[in-house]
């Protein structure tokens, strides 16, 4: 888990329909009339690693799309190559598995990339001109992350530590069996030649040991050290412990940078070598985060805090190429903006508007252009570039210009007082062809995290497990709201449910439905709600307090604090939240959990969740489903097999979209025409 995601993640040939029949739609919906199916969402593509060449004059990116035959069920990313006005795009990588993280050489002549087509996660380069790809590592785990040296002659990378000889052995053996977080692999710095040795080979240098786990890492300019962040485990339940060092290649000695109380992350040289950029948590730092830019001489010395962002969340993206000023990005509502912030004015000023998402933001090694992925709800991803001196995207690749021409439902920005005053801001989508004046049934989304947030992304998305272009189309309104707790709206904003789940963060939801019913568009006799994760938690939360849903769908939900902070992969995550362990302060756990307010709910509810999810434990999914099945309450529970947190391949994202369609199709059509509920 990142520490941006911590709070809370080819030709589509011969679709496999997992088994699920699309009840008719409610009337007044578009089904059966060109409207979007779970299907057509499937065939919308990612992009990422939008990385413009030195030069400035061309642009690499990646488009992942869907793969499902009857023997696969896989997302393939491969490399794109197209001009930086737009035109002359082609693709560079065509194996069956995924090529990522496209870097030009700092020459511009060369690409390196990651991929997985010798069964693991290796190091290629390829001629910017095209041609075939060349392996520079054989690694027996994963190569993670890697930078080119200044002089092109190098890369430097991360891998995790290979099994030694005799754990090969013992798992071979069956006898593979261990001390739970003991003789942890970490994650490890090395060195790779461009020019292999007079045997023809690229030996990997190994530069660091084993009392850390690497994370992040960029080279100085003069191309003799290397500065990175690292933590005490790879676990994601250690990111706090993060410290900044660095290792001088001549020397191989490793230097402490910034070691506090304090997470520091993402280490950054300036253009001359002589100070690191990089963001740095409070102390002691908090899972609602709140972080800052700080500066500090790269030869030793004392670290400057600039000013905070809007949202206390920068993402650092590289220093401007005079060194004068730092670029970041971080959401602003339900949108994106790159800030430039004035190192020595220590002053923040709006490169770009947060009209728009964006994401992945990059700079050239020339600095002087911005690579990125924009969309916008009725406009699906794509790659951009733009000049640094003048923010005016320029589309340069086409990716999705063959998608299916249905219509999506119109999305707006609406915003209401809560209980308290506070101003709380939700997306709503309306069905497709409203009418205006005409009562419908509204769909409450709920984001997870809880420090996650709604943003402008295209309706139609591949990878979501909620189909809400085919609810817009089958007649439904769709509520998506960014309660307290959320991000993009400030740090006392994303703490404002410190030891409240369902509290303030219930009413702000409830506040929403209430203001799209005022506004005459939601039927109050035909809502449902759904969610992920923290969404997951607030849903199976919300049927304990209120029977004004007709249906519900809880996503990989929290449903006990207690029995999930002891089972969870980030047990410190709900002491944070709540200022106690369970055993410290059982009462404020009983009472903001799901199982301990379980008694009479009558909800209708779909549960959906990962078998290998080691974030939210499916015990949570079984805990809920049993309380409500012993109860006689509708209750159907969809497992997910070798699925995580996420579900990550095509035909499970496939089954939970279409068992959600099919759910609240049956619940929320008129009384008299729903068919029999499972029991």
């Known amino acids: 888990m990142t520490k941006r995601s911590r709070c809370h993640l080819l030709a589509f040939a011969c679709i496999s329909v997992i ?70 795009m082609r693709q560079m990588t065509f194996a069956d598995k995924s090529s990522t993280i496209p870097q030009w050489s700092p020459d511009g002549r060369w690409i390196a990339f990651t991929s997985e087509r010798s069964g693991k996660n290796n190091l290629y380069r390829m001629r910017a001109d095209g041609g075939e790809a060349e392996a520079l590592t054989d690694v027996k785990t994963a190569v993670v992350a890697f930078a080119w040296a200044p002089d092109g002659e190098r890369i430097a990378f991360t891998m995790k530590e290979p099994s030694s000889d005799d754990e090969e052995k013992a798992a071979k053996g069956k006898d593979d069996w261990r001390w739970v977080n003991e003789n942890l692999k970490m994650n490890q710095l090395y060195l790779v030649p461009i020019k292999k040795d007079i045997d023809g080979m690229r030996p990997p240098l190994r530069l660091t040991g084993s009392a850390f786990s690497v994370q992040s890492l960029n080279w100085s300019p003069d191309g003799t050290v290397i500065v990175f962040s690292h933590t005490s485990t790879p676990k994601p339940n250690d990111w706090p412990t993060s410290d900044v060092s660095s290792i001088n290649l001549n020397t191989r000695e490793i230097r402490t940078i910034s070691a506090t109380a304090a997470a520091e ?66 959401a602003r509502g339900t949108g994106t903006t790159v800030y430039a912030l004035d190192v020595a004015s220590n002053r923040v000023t709006e490169v770009s508007g947060s009209d728009t998402l964006l994401s992945g933001v990059s700079l050239n090694l020339s600095r002087s252009m911005f690579g990125f992925v924009l969309e916008k709800p009725d406009r699906a991803p794509e790659a951009f570039v733009t000049r640094v001196d003048s923010f005016v995207p320029v589309q340069v690749s ?114 929403g439905v209430d203001k799209v019913i005022e506004m005459g568009i939601a039927d109050p006799e035909r809502l ?78 779909l549960i959906q969740h990962g078998e290998a999810d080691e974030r939210v434990p499916i015990s949570q999914g079984y805990e809920l489903y049993n309380a409500l099945r012993a109860q006689g309450v509708p209750t159907r529970m969809v497992v997910l097999p070798r699925m995580p947190h996420g579900p990550n391949e095509p035909k499970m994202v496939l089954k939970a979209k279409q068992s959600n369609l099919e759910w609240f199709d049956r619940y929320l059509q008129p009384i008299g025409s729903r068919a029999a509920a499972p029991r």
Request: charge should be neutral; include cysteine; aromatic fraction near 10%.
């Open 265 to 330: 992350t993402n280490p950054v040289f300036s253009p001359d070598g002589k100070n690191i950029a990089m963001v740095v948590s409070e102390i002691p730092p908090r899972w609602a985060q709140s972080d800052t830019i700080q500066v500090i001489p790269s030869a030793g010395g004392s670290a400057r805090a600039l000013t905070a962002g809007y949202d206390g969340q920068p993402r650092l993206i590289d220093w401007s190429a005079d060194g004068s000023r730092i670029y970041f990005d971080e």
């Open 528 to 605: 449902g709600v759904m969610g992920w994760s923290y969404g997951g938690y607030m849903t199976s939360w919300i049927i304990t307090q209120t029977k004004r849903f007709k249906a519900a769908s809880v996503g990989a939900g929290v449903t006990n604090l207690m029995s999930f902070t002891g089972t969870a992969d980030i047990p410190d995550f709900l002491p944070d939240y709540f200022g106690a362990q369970p055993w410290d302060d059982i009462d404020v756990y009983r009472a903001h959990s799901a199982m301990f307010n379980v008694k009479g709910v009558t909800t209708p509810t």
């Open 19 to 88: 088994g699920l029949c699309l009840k008719a739609a409610a009337p007044g919906s578009n089904a059966g009339s060109g409207g979007w199916t779970p299907e057509m969402a499937l065939k919308v593509k990612s992009l990422a690693g939008v990385r413009v060449s030195p030069d400035g004059g061309r642009v690499l990116y990646t488009v992942t799309e869907a793969v499902m035959t009857p023997e696969k069920s896989e997302y393939v990313s491969q490399i794109y190559l197209s001009r930086s006005d737009g035109s002359e």
């Open 398 to 511: 086409r990716a999705n210009a063959d998608l299916p021409q249905a219509p999506l439902g119109r999305t707006e920005i609406i915003r209401w007082k809560s209980f308290d005053g506070a101003e709380i801001e939700g997306l709503l989508t309306y069905p497709v062809n409203y009418r205006t004046g005409t009562h419908v049934p509204l769909l409450l989304v709920v984001h997870g995290g809880p420090a996650g947030v709604f943003t402008r992304n295209f309706l139609a998305g591949n990878r979501a497990v909620y189909p809400l272009e085919s609810f817009s189309s089958r007649g439904y309104a769709i509520l998506r709201v960014n309660p307290r707790g959320s991000s993009g709206y400030g740090v006392k904003f994303r703490r404002a449910n410190i030891r409240d789940w369902g509290g303030g963060d219930y009413k702000d939801l409830m506040a």
